[in-house]
């Protein structure tokens, strides 16, 4: 059974840092494009940054300079790391996994895997 495993969620003031991990099983994820995703209350998932199989990546405007996607292939784990957290960041956090790069950066919500996400709350 394939399963991705969001953890390191949680809260924290405006200005901290959280770093996020998401483990991957049931198969070997090297060759996908590894993706993260947020759902901020009342309002639909939005795409938030992308990694390829090669670490190339990708953010959006919003998390640019202050978050960091990466991958640890051996581990068949990525990361974010946040810092410089804004209350405007308070959402539940999902990792996804597609074959497709493009699909990822687009923020296509039919992604092949998508773990079950960890809450983010920045307090201002």
């Known amino acids: 059974q394939v399963q991705l495993v969001e953890s390191g969620g949680g809260l924290v003031q405006a200005g901290g840092s959280l770093r996020l991990s998401c483990a991957a099983s049931?198969?070997?994820?090297?060759?996908?494009?590894m993706g993260w995703f947020r759902q901020a209350p009342g309002k639909e998932r939005e795409f938030v940054a992308a990694?390829?199989?090669?670490?190339?990546?990708y953010y959006a405007d919003s998390v640019k300079g202050r978050f960091t996607i990466s991958r640890d292939n051996a581990k068949n784990t990525v990361y974010l790391q946040m810092n410089s957290l804004k209350p405007e960041d308070t959402a539940v956090y999902y990792c996804?996994?597609?074959?497709?790069?493009?699909?990822?950066?687009?923020?296509?919500?039919?992604?092949?895997?998508w773990g079950q996400g960890t809450q983010v709350t920045v307090s201002s």
């Open positions: 996804a996994a597609d074959p497709v790069w493009g699909a990822v950066v687009a923020g296509n919500q039919k992604l092949d895997y």
């Open positions: 049931g198969r070997t994820f090297s060759s996908y494009a």
């Open positions: 990694i390829s199989w090669s670490h190339y990546t």
